[in-house]
């Protein structure tokens, strides 16, 4: 059996993405606790901003990842599947290019969805209706993630007030987002290792109505 080339950089990538899920309901917990008792906060500042580091450095690291399991998911998706349309380096490019990248992300998860949902099998099918219900959603919270932090940069840096209220928006947000980012994951992952599999049964299949003629 062929090994998917996208199965081990795949694991790494969730391995990451959990831990960076782990620290952001830490860092939501540590906003919580601001809201509720200040002075215990204070004693959890530090902490708080370890993690924040922690989890910039892991996200950067992340998507370096994440550019290289789409590479290789659309490696997979050219080897089982017949005039797959997307080649393996534009699917990195697509997000990588600004302004078209509004429109290339989304060409390159609706075409996995597509290519999962055309095989007319329950599995696939649900597959296929997850990226696509989970996609709209990735892109609301990543416009209303960007324009939260745009909003707390700016009010920082006026030195105004800012509310409760919008510092647990941006946690809250942030880890909607990654949590949208793991459906994403994990539906793409499960279609990838169906086709490979269903197309391997197919084959073998053939071959023994080859040798049984």
């Known amino acids: 059996m062929k090994k998917l080339a996208s199965e081990s950089i795949g694991k790494i990538l969730r391995t990451i993405l959990l831990v960076i899920i782990i620290a952001e309901l830490i860092a939501l917990s540590t906003t919580i606790i601001y809201v509720i008792n200040y002075d215990l906060y204070l004693s959890l500042a530090q902490m708080e901003h370890a993690i ?81 219900a989970l996609l709209p959603i990735a892109y609301i919270l990543t416009f209303a993630d960007r324009v939260l932090a745009n909003i707390v940069n700016d009010m920082l840096a006026s030195q105004e007030f800012i509310s409760d209220f919008i510092w647990l928006s941006v946690e809250v947000v942030f880890l909607a987002l990654l949590l949208t980012y793991w459906g994403l994951y994990k539906s793409i992952t499960n279609g990838v290792r169906l086709i490979g599999g269903a197309d391997l049964s197919s084959n073998e299949d053939e071959t023994t109505e080859t040798k049984g003629a």
């Open 52 to 132: 924040n580091i922690f989890i910039l450095i892991s996200l950067l690291i992340m998507y370096v990842i994440y550019f290289t399991w789409m590479y290789k998911v659309h490696i997979d998706m050219q080897y089982y599947t017949l005039n797959y349309p997307i080649r393996p380096s534009k699917s990195v490019w697509s997000f990588l290019i600004p302004i078209y990248n509004l429109y290339g992300a989304w060409n390159v998860h609706s075409n996995l969805s597509n290519t999962f949902s055309q095989r007319n099998y329950s599995n696939f099918t649900k597959i296929g209706d997850r990226i696509m």
